[in-house]
């Protein structure tokens, strides 16, 4: 269980072995209506994880005082701050004293159409001279990291603002400097976003049996 934060960490878990829905009881009714509201059996599953997760890291009674800003952004009351995200087969869990965000994002054959209506022209050129998948999931989990942990979500479009795709520098965004890690994990790309330049800890695995002891 979580006992404090003095540097940022992040948490991973692996859905593939939560196919049975296990630990369902272990969720309050909030949560458990939130797994049941999705039609997909693999939404479903990461739902249940984040809810493991949150209860694994934070325990239940935190978990419990969890609110929510005006932009949707989950919030313990009494810290720290965190950020979730899933794609795929992942389920990640950002930690730390500060305002942080994380994405996650399954790495699939991305779109020029999109890429032209989320990124910049500067961006643009960046990724056309790459011409990776990989390229555009970098840019998109960083800006998406930054809208998160703003708190502000797709309130704050992502071509609205502009970021570096490479590590050690501040992205000046919302009147605040974000500095962004990546981290590429089994055809995933994980990015994280904080005030301050430190990268997270060596990510903590949490598996199956470890989300379901109490």
């Not at 196919?19 to 949560?31: E, H, N, Q, V």
Request: hydrophobic share 40%; with cysteine; net charge neutral.
């Amino acid at each position: 269980m979580f006992r404090g934060i003095k540097c940022m960490k992040l948490y991973i878990s692996d859905i593939r072995g939560l196919f049975d829905l296990p630990g369902i009881s272990l969720l309050d009714a909030k949560r458990q209506d939130r797994v049941y509201r999705y039609r997909r059996l693999e939404d479903r599953v990461r739902c249940l994880t984040a809810g493991l997760m949150l209860q694994s890291v934070f325990g239940e009674d935190a978990v419990s005082s969890m609110t929510v800003s005006s932009f949707g952004k989950p919030i313990l009351p009494n810290g720290p701050c965190f950020n979730l995200s899933h794609s795929g087969n992942m389920v990640v869990l950002l930690a730390d004293e500060q305002p942080v965000g994380v994405d996650v994002e399954l790495i699939t054959p991305y779109s020029q159409t999109v890429a032209k209506k989320v990124f910049t022209a500067v961006e643009q050129s960046w990724l056309s001279r790459q011409a990776t998948d990989e390229a555009f999931f970098r840019l998109w989990t960083g800006k998406e990291a930054i809208m998160k942990a703003l708190g502000l979500g797709f309130h704050l479009p992502p071509e609205r603002f502009e970021i570096r795709p490479e590590e050690g520098f501040a992205n000046i965004v919302g009147g605040q400097s974000w500095y962004l890690h990546w981290l590429a994990l089994d055809a995933h790309i994980i990015c994280t976003a904080a005030e301050h330049p430190g990268r997270a800890e060596m990510p903590v695995w949490l598996s199956r049996n470890e989300l379901l002891s109490r």
